[in-house]
């Protein structure tokens, strides 16, 4: 049995406002809780108790106590009040959430910058593309969905972990500050350059826009450069997480 | 009001089964339905009663009656059974599923094999890419999610209607006979060379497998050519339909 609060704690992580007073998360699933253990903090590690002797599962709880987690065996009714995905994988993992600020970007890499994305799936699988091709900076806009959210999460399979997510409460002064820096801001919009004439500075940022607005008219100003893709077919437009994968392709593949 | 067996008719599409018995499928939002109409066979458009006398919603049930649609007018108590989305824009409409077959592929255009593919969103994204990327023509295994599932259509933001979709029975069989008849057979795994040295033939298959088991031993023995995309980060794998959207990209850009 978990303990009443811990159980409490864990349920009211599913709101926002809560996730940030406390500075937990959560993530489901054994690839993200080893990634959690690999990579970030991890309070605590909760397994189903129906898996307590099973030796794939003793592994994980090896890892979690080498790393200082706790570790807690739930019962299926607990389970059943805690999990965030309908088939439950069997284990999850209470997570600090990093504090990072801007002196932690990793100044060796890019930035992709995000603006008021709100899908979490799209954001969550921005975050693991840009993990996938090395760029190692996540910038998100103050209206961003809440990377922290399970959905974005479970989406990012295990890359959250990885990168460095930093959370603007300013945009354009956050821009500003990166662009004195020495960063160039290249967009991606509907009437820029072929995105494969790219050419990657030392200090690149990388901006997409909202799904339903696209780039705001504020970031429009502040670019030094601006990128689309070109199609040939009759779709109005991209997803904007495909759209932003295929920049990142293409910006690395022209490094 | 909705006549009885209408509304009922259309509760039923959730099912697979009964879409695939009767032929009919949902669409819902405006951008939607106008591609349906544009470019689908459309049964019946059904708009929410409160919007009855607004000129945007008088435009839309114009071009209904031009292509020879019913117009229902519903009220929200029929609207709430019907609905496949908690936000509902105020129109959806009742769609025939067109019957293609291998005569149908258009053979001015590439083709996109998809095996197994599970994911709803998945799915309708790499449509709806197929679609900006100029490529006509998608080919389903056997097992892949229903493409006329309410979430892929959503998801294809309109394309579904402009490509042609053609479900095979006998993958194996679908194989053998698009390779007999010239095409080549190009998969995107783990250890294939460089995406970016693809060259388009003139009758070319990309094909993609699940999300789960990658490219299943079957199909992976009658490829011709096997690319992957390469990264420079830490992530275990690509999103499937990230993948396909940018080999998409690729073959297009070297085309």
Known sequence: MLEKNLLKHIGKLAQKKYRRDFGHFI?????GVMEALRHGQVAAVIISAILQDDEHYAELTRAAKQRGAEV??????????????ET???????????????????????????ENISDPGNLGTLIRTA???????????????DPYNDKVVRSTMGSIFRLKLIQSS??????????????VLSILDMNGDDISTISPQKRHILALGSESHGISPDLEKMADQRYTIPGQGSAESLNV???????????????
């Open 72 to 85: 807690h065996f739930a019962s299926n009714l607990d389970i059943n009040k805690i999990k965030t995905t």
């Open 27 to 31: 993530v489901e699933g054994e690839k």
């Open 170 to 183: 300013d945009d354009a002064h956050t821009l500003e500050l990166l662009k004195k820096d020495g960063y």
């Open 131 to 145: 993990d996938w091709f090395g760029v190692r900076n996540i910038v998100l806009s103050r209206n961003c969905v």
């Open 241 to 255: 997480a495909m759209a932003g994968g295929i920049a990142l392709y293409q910006l690395m593949k022209n490094a």
């Open 88 to 114: 439950f994988s069997g284990v999850m993992a209470l997570c600090e959430m990093p504090e990072n600020d801007f002196d932690d970007i990793d100044q060796q890499s890019h930035i992709l910058y995000l």
